[in-house]
């Protein structure tokens, strides 16, 4: 093998493990999401869901549990790997920046 190769193995350090964790976690945002729809009977945008999330501490602390996340900046991280447009919304900075500690 040459030196191109190796570099391009170990910049792949996503294990089969983070893959099924990832589909889980969509899978439960997907579901939540849907809960949460069906609750306040009205379609939410995923900045909707988002907002929801952060603003009730229950409905966060039931997310968290869901998902078995331990703290609101990893759920943050996670929701922006999975919405990487919520980058550029400045609702979602200003939430991160409200709730998150």
Do not use: W
């Amino acid at each position: 093998m040459d030196d191109d190769t190796i570099e391009i193995y170990v910049g792949n350090t996503s294990s089969a493990l983070d893959k099924i964790l990832d589909q889980e976690f969509e899978e439960s945002i997907l579901k939540y999401s849907s809960f949460l729809c069906i609750i306040h009977d009205k379609y939410l945008t995923n900045i909707a869901v988002f907002t929801l999330i952060m603003k009730d501490l229950h409905i966060r602390r039931a997310f968290k549990q869901l998902t078995q996340i331990d703290n609101d900046r990893t759920l943050v991280l996670q929701f922006l790997k999975y919405y990487p447009n919520f980058c550029k919304s400045k609702v979602v900075k200003r939430l991160i920046q409200q709730y998150v500690k």
